[in-house]
């Protein structure tokens, strides 16, 4: 799928209501994606305006959901990503609502980048209200990798929550960055001068096949790192580090081969923030712990049906 299809299917996407199926457009990206399961559950996309944005969400609704499982996306990531974790859920009965973040995906902004994490607060805000407004099933369980992690991890500690909250599944969660103090040293060392610097892709699973694809084949992979999304950074770790204990107990998911977050660093704010959280790591994973290997995903799945309560 091209970059005149994508933008055509930006500019031109519908209001999200019930009942709208997917366009001719819409069901083209889906299945170039590998995320069109509109033959065997309810599949809708389309835009929810807030704060100055148009966010581009979907809904998967199988016939009789036992509950829901709210997305959010890492950093670079858009919702066509997840088609792994989205069909789990599906298999398990649950609902899924997904949303691309501002500047990501299908959504307006400035490309990859944030002026205020707070931001992201009012997106998740929408996408909470959405669930409400289409009586997704209770549960809702909230999932988040990376940056969305982040994103979770701010709104358990200063809230509010939905009274329908299930679980929190933390994957690879986003608190400090690896080699974070470097990269504070060398944003002062620019100063004004640069807006942003041109993106370098890492191996960030080993799922060789997903790694082409992103760097291939993607066109919605955005190709810079916006100064103004790390000073947004850069103001945001403060607020969480910060942040009063709480007595939620979220899952974390941490792969032990990550070279993108400070996981160390990260596991321990959580642990010293949360009441007893529950981890699994994976030893040899990285950090796309959404599209790392079948291995991988098969053993933190499986890992969180048990405490979902779900089938195995």
Known sequence: MDQAL??????DL??????????????RYARYY???????????????AIDGFDLALQVWCPP??????LILHGYYDHMGLY???????????????????PGHGLSSGERASIDCFLVYQKALDAALEQSLAWGLP?????????????ILVDRLLHGPLPEQLGRTILMAPLVRPRQWLLSQMGLRMLGGFVNQLGRKFTDNSSDEEFLRFIRENDPLQPLVLPVAWVQALEKWIPRIEAALPVEHSPLIIQGEADGTVDWQHNIKVLESKFQSPELFYL?????????????YR?????????RLRLPA
């Open 6 to 11: 994508l933008q055509q299917l930006t500019t």
């Open 14 to 27: 519908p209001l999200l209501e019930p009942g709208r199926p997917l366009d001719a457009l819409g069901l």
């Open 34 to 48: 590998g995320i069109d399961f509109s033959s065997r559950v309810e599949q809708h996309l389309g835009r929810v």
């Open 64 to 69: 009789e959901p036992r509950g829901t499982l």
């Open 83 to 101: 088609r792994h974790l989205i069909e789990w859920a599906l298999d398990q009965q649950l609902a899924v609502l997904g949303m691309d973040l």
């Open 138 to 150: 209770a549960p809702w369980h909230l999932l988040g990798q990376s940056t969305g992690g982040g």
């Open 283 to 295: 030893p040899e994973a990285r950090h796309h712990l959404a599209n790392e290997r079948e291995a």
């Open 298 to 306: 098969a053993q933190y799945l499986k890992w969180l049906a048990a």
